[in-house]
């Protein structure tokens, strides 16, 4: 299988705990993506990465919040101190380089974070 | 900046009727669109894009949309509703030339009816 692949897929983890989720994108994608997606809600986008570089980040990814993408392949998104609000399925997807691209997004199945 | 709205977060249609589930967007640039559906516990799959060619886009599953700038809209439509379209359906935009994001509407529930 070669998608974009989370892991892991459900987490359930108490109140002031730290959780980190990681993502292996498709292999030859340079862009990397995190959203958020909480029940009934459409995703929001959270940060992005191109290669190793996090060009872009969302209000919404307050300082508990790290993403990394090392050496430009896999990322992890770690959530420190986690809050009941934190509670939602966090979603990777990658897409193909270039600015010429039309931006399809790849997603993976995504990680369950809930927070008791 | 880009959004889009979708009109009705439900929408329930017997097996063999037309599905019609609406999107309408913001953009001050040319805008590439897209529509995804999610079925239940799994992430995003691509159902069709807008990328500025032909304003009839056809996409997997027998869906299909059309650009409609005077508009501003970008609908999904299906002949006829299958039990297995039973998912719920997010439309997307994104700005032409940018390196950016996605920008995703709120989804509509598509429920089929026997």
């Known amino acids: 299988d070669t998608g974009v692949s989370q892991n892991p897929r459900h987490k359930i983890t108490k109140r002031g705990q730290n959780v980190t989720f990681r993502c292996d994108p498709i292999?030859?994608?340079?862009?990397l993506y995190w959203y958020r997606q909480t029940l009934g809600q459409g995703p929001e986008f959270l940060t992005y990465?191109?290669?190793?570089?996090?060009?872009?980040k969302s209000r919404l990814l307050s300082d508990r919040f790290s993403a990394e993408r090392p050496k430009g392949s896999f990322s992890t998104l770690e959530i420190q101190r986690t809050e009941q609000g934190d509670s939602a399925m966090y979603l990777c997807?990658?897409?193909?380089?270039?600015?010429?691209?039309?931006?399809?997004?790849?997603f993976g199945e995504g990680s369950r974070l809930t927070v008791l | 900046a880009q959004s889009v709205t979708q009109l009705g977060s439900h929408v329930s249609v017997s097996e063999g009727a037309l599905v019609l589930l609406r999107c309408n967007y913001s953009?001050?640039?040319?805008?590439?669109l897209f529509w995804y559906v999610q079925y239940p516990n799994q992430g995003l799959q691509l159902l069709l894009k807008?990328?500025?060619?032909?304003?009839l886009v056809k996409g997997i599953n027998g869906f299909e949309a059309e650009f409609k700038k005077s508009e501003t809209s970008f609908h999904l439509t299906k002949p006829s509703a299958h039990m297995s379209d039973a998912a719920e359906y997010f439309c997307?935009?994104?700005?032409?030339?940018?390196?950016?994001?996605?920008?995703f509407g709120s989804g509509t529930q598509l429920t089929v009816l026997p």
């Open positions: 990465f191109q290669n190793e570089a996090q060009l872009e």
């Open positions: 997307a935009v994104r700005a032409s030339g940018s390196a950016r994001q996605l920008t």
């Open positions: 997807a990658s897409s193909t380089p270039g600015l010429g691209g039309t931006g399809e997004l790849f």
């Open positions: 807008y990328t500025s060619a032909a304003t």
């Open positions: 953009s001050s640039v040319p805008p590439y």
């Open positions: 292999s030859e994608h340079n862009r």
